[in-house]
């Protein structure tokens, strides 16, 4: 790629900061980065329930948007999230929380595939289908959609780097015109941890900034949605050894009928009743998945609705607008400049050999980092015998997330050509 303009986006910067060789092996191998093959599940799901919000978003602005819209645009993302999975595979080590065995060994193998694949297109479903009753209208009320997922660019410097973002969607407030950045976030457990990070995390303060230099207007703070997996805490069947997702908009608990008795479903094995006292469900109940009961999705979610709203609505954490602080914009503006182009400096060095690769990009492994919270993508490049010929060891030439890189190093391709 040519060296005249440094592309950045929050990815890479990310993975600089986890691992300089992460990001050597990501991004800057030959020019571009190589990713595995395999694919990693979180990610791949955290993409397509994207995909999904994102075009939801796209009709409640164009004022399209109708349930059966809505079933023909998640039959075709999740049609195309299977086929994926099915062409490259899963890579369950790169899934974050999966139970391990005694050995390291991952508990959810490829044998689980057509399992994993229900269980995830089940939720995927259910929770956006979820959301656009639960918080859409939220949105709809107070907010105009200005657009959506749009690619959005900022130059720092004197132009020498060209940071890129696409936030899912801009928001303008009815209320008093106020600005703001709407992200949508997949997360197992919103728990302390996840909630305390926003605040002071990259992300908010990076996504205002490209939309405050292309309109010339203060964005008022940026806006975390999530959409809450579950842990991977549900062992099924039980005594397997497998884990996954213990989702309510996946599973349900349900005792079978016994003519003339009909089946009856709970979403809850333990709950405190008006008494105040702690309940919980007797003998012949059972953990079922959604996808193998003759409700199915909708008949669940409906079920949910009539009778634990609350436990729907808690499936969604939205937290209030994040602002940062002038001296945290710039002092992010600095770093990164000057980051970008060391890092830049660097692989020029190591490519002309006058800088070794532990020199310029060395290996981050204190503290598990390579296996901690689940194992590094190019664990096998640095700890293996992959180094010596990736594209035949599981890894295949980096896709450009954003058409301006893409541009670019279709360029550089064609001047070396």
Not at 163 to 190: C, H, I, Q, W
Not at 322 to 341: C, G, H, P
Request: hydrophobic share 35%.
């Amino acid at each position: 790629m040519s060296n005249s303009l440094i592309v950045a986006d929050r990815s890479r910067i990310e993975t600089w900061e986890f691992c300089p060789r992460a990001r050597w092996w990501g991004y800057e191998w030959e020019g571009i980065g190589i990713t595995r093959t395999q694919l990693s599940i979180d990610l791949e799901v955290g993409i397509t329930t994207h995909e999904i919000l994102h075009k939801i978003m796209a009709m409640a602005k164009a004022n399209t948007f109708t349930e059966a819209e809505l079933v023909r645009v998640q039959q075709f993302e999740l049609a195309s999230f299977e086929t994926k999975i099915r062409q490259r595979g899963l890579a369950m080590e790169l899934a974050s929380g999966w139970e391990q065995q005694e050995d390291g060994t991952i508990a959810v193998q490829e044998g689980n595939l057509e399992f994993i694949i229900k269980l995830y297109r089940t939720w995927m479903q259910a929770s956006t289908t979820a959301w656009t009753a639960v918080r859409l209208p939220h949105y709809i009320q107070n907010y105009e959609i200005v657009n959506c997922e749009i690619e959005e660019e900022l130059y720092l410097g004197e132009g020498e780097v060209l940071f890129m973002s696409r936030p899912d969607a801009l928001l303008k407030r009815y209320a008093d015109g106020e600005l703001f950045v709407l992200n949508f976030k997949t997360v197992g457990e919103a728990n302390k941890w996840w909630l305390d990070q926003w605040p002071i995390d990259m992300q908010t303060l990076t996504e205002n900034l490209p939309v405050e230099a292309r309109l010339g207007q203060k964005v008022s703070g940026v806006i975390i949605e999530g959409l809450v997996k579950g842990g991977k805490k549900l062992q099924y069947p039980p005594g397997s050894g497998s884990w996954y997702i213990n989702s309510p908009l996946a599973w349900m608990w349900k005792k079978d009928s016994a003519p003339p008795f009909p089946a009856e479903y709970a979403c809850r094995y333990e709950w405190t009743g008006d008494d105040g006292k702690g309940h919980r469900l007797g003998k012949g109940w059972h953990k079922q998945p959604v996808w193998e009961d003759e409700l199915g999705v909708q008949g669940w979610l409906n079920w949910l609705h009539e009778n634990d709203p609350e436990l729907l609505r808690s499936q969604f954490v939205d937290l209030p607008p994040i602002l940062r602080s002038d001296y945290a914009v710039e002092s992010w503006q600095r770093k990164t400049l000057a980051q970008e182009v060391s890092i830049r400096d660097r692989r020029e060095a190591v490519n002309y050999g006058t800088l070794s690769l532990d020199a310029g990009f060395p290996m981050h492994t204190a503290k598990g980092n390579c296996v901690r919270p689940s194992t590094c993508e190019f664990y096998k490049m640095c700890h293996g015998t992959a180094a010596t010929d990736p594209l035949d060891n599981g890894y295949q030439v980096r896709v450009p997330n954003h058409p301006q890189e893409a541009q670019l190093v279709q360029i550089a391709t064609q001047e070396d050509q």
